[in-house]
């Protein structure tokens, strides 16, 4: 692998992926953006002309092939996850894989092996563990300075609701509150979750709730270590993106995130008014740009991502137990949460 310069090929050229690919082509010093795959017709061709990148597939596979790839950036649709992590593992290649990692138990246990047996960096984008407030009251729970979690908290809630149609089923739980569940877990470290009840609607779509699409929903969990948990998503925040977090303990409480774009208050005479953002990747952008640059420095130096397959795996397993519960209307158990 080069050292002086980590080259990085980036599968799917959608939202996510064009802003995964303008950070690896501009933001990660000592790595560039070599490759970019995408089977939608001129999707890659349209990407790798805004950033000058020179190589274009159709097919993902034959930039797996490439030799002159290092690392890989998944940022296809969701259900495809999991078998590109596998095909990316067995073609030697460092992997960056955005949430959720897997869809089943199963197919995150297969993408774990196959980086393992590769020995190839496995990375999912749980991107609010590299965001600052959220990093510091991480290391400040693991530090003790809030003495024993007792109550934690992490919402998410979307500006507007996107094209349910289109959307696939349990999308909230698996690729929304997946974030949360992940959140939880690194606010509570040591700790895994046990139990999980759920209650959850279309309040947004009504008419899509048949088809598994939810748009509302509040998550209860207990932790191993006593400390319960809220959860909660929505998909229609008027007035901007909303990502927040809170940790209450015997000795104090943390409270991170905002849905303010920064501290800047207006006074008016009309109110106190406050800017907000409508992206994700607007309100986390130093976050999604850190965790490109850890994973480029895993590469590099053989370290352990700190969003690793198995974080993947155990938020997958929350996710799971949701959706059995939102069917069954029962508190259901973690299953599988610890390999």
């Known amino acids: 692998m080069s050292i002086q310069n980590i080259r990085l090929g980036l599968i799917g050229a959608g939202r996510m992926g064009s802003f995964h690919g ?17 089977p939608t017709p001129g999707q890659a061709a349209r990407l790798a002309a805004e950033l000058g990148v020179a190589k274009v597939y159709t097919d993902p596979q034959q930039l797996l092939d490439d030799p002159d790839i290092d690392g890989v950036l998944i940022a296809a649709p969701a259900r495809s996850h ?3 992590v596998i095909s990316a ?12 990692m897997a869809i089943t138990l199963d197919e995150a246990d297969r993408a774990i092996a196959a980086a393992a047996d590769a020995r190839v960096p496995l990375q999912v984008g749980f991107n609010r563990r590299f965001a600052k407030s959220f990093r ?26 996107n094209n349910p149609a289109a959307s696939p089923q349990w999308v909230i739980f698996l690729e929304t509150l997946i974030h949360d569940f992940d959140t939880l877990r690194y606010l509570n ?5 046990v139990q999980v009840y759920v209650m959850a609607d279309a309040l947004i779509a009504p008419e899509y709730k048949s088809k598994g699409f939810l748009d509302t929903a509040v998550v209860t969990i207990r932790f191993d270590n006593g400390a319960i948990a809220t959860a909660e998503a929505n998909f229609q925040a008027v007035y901007g ?23 800047l208050l207006r006074y008016l005479a009309q109110g106190i008014q406050a800017d907000t953002l409508r992206l994700d990747t607007d309100l986390l ?47 259901v158990a973690v299953q599988g949460a610890q390999r």
């Open 22 to 38: 303008l950070t690896a082509a501009r933001h990660i010093p000592g790595a560039s953006l070599a490759a970019i795959a995408d």
């Open 82 to 84: 999991a078998e590109l």
């Open 89 to 100: 593992a067995r073609a030697g290649k460092g992997i960056f894989c955005e949430k959720p």
């Open 136 to 161: 510091t009251a991480h290391l400040d729970v693991a530090a003790g300075r809030i003495g024993t979690p007792q109550l934690l908290r992490s919402l998410t809630r979307d500006p507007a609701l």
């Open 189 to 193: 470290p040591g700790a895994e979750a």
């Open 241 to 263: 993106y909303d990502v927040r977090g809170e940790v209450f303990g015997s000795a104090g409480m943390l409270s991170m995130g905002s849905v303010t774009e920064s501290d």
């Open 285 to 331: 952008r130093d976050a999604y740009i850190a965790e490109l640059n850890h994973f480029v420095d895993c590469l590099r130096g053989g370290a352990k991502p700190l969003a690793s397959g198995e974080d993947a795996r155990a938020a997958l397993a929350i996710a799971r137990a949701c959706i059995e519960s939102f069917e069954t209307g029962k508190a």
